[in-house]
């Protein structure tokens, strides 16, 4: 039996690193676009404006800010809602939301420590 050696010229160890490479790079860049597990935002002048990471947006582009903030479907949307807000704000809020693929959305109330002291005065004894 005899054996015959085809020479390819390097191309098939050439076009398998580049695969390699290629499915390397691939699993690096979805390693790194992964969804955050919660996003916290912040209803800001009675609803028409949100505070995402820091930066206040108009509620029209509250869906884009997020998703610019890497929030994804499976992110916690948590969301400090001001007390007295309507019910029917919070119904169309969410449906905004739920419409734009997040389903995980939550609502708190922010929490504020305030602290009163009395003075008490002490008189001197006589």
């Not at 019910?87 to 734009?100: F, G, I, P």
């Amino acid at each position: 039996m005899r054996v015959v050696q085809k020479k390819t010229g390097g191309r098939g160890c050439m076009t398998l690193l580049a695969v390699l490479v290629l499915l390397t790079a691939s699993g690096c860049a979805t390693l790194s676009a992964e969804p955050l597990s919660a996003i916290q935002v912040e209803t800001k002048s009675e609803g028409s404006l949100f505070e995402v990471e820091g930066a206040l947006v108009p509620s029209q582009r509250l869906v884009s800010a997020l998703r610019k903030a890497g929030a994804g479907a499976d992110t916690e949307i948590v969301i400090l809602v001001p007390p007295g807000a309507s019910t029917t704000w919070l119904a169309r809020l969410t449906a905004d939301l739920r419409r734009a693929g997040f389903r995980k959305i939550l609502y708190a109330r922010p929490r504020h420590v305030s602290v009163q002291t009395s003075e008490t005065s002490i008189s001197p004894s006589r």
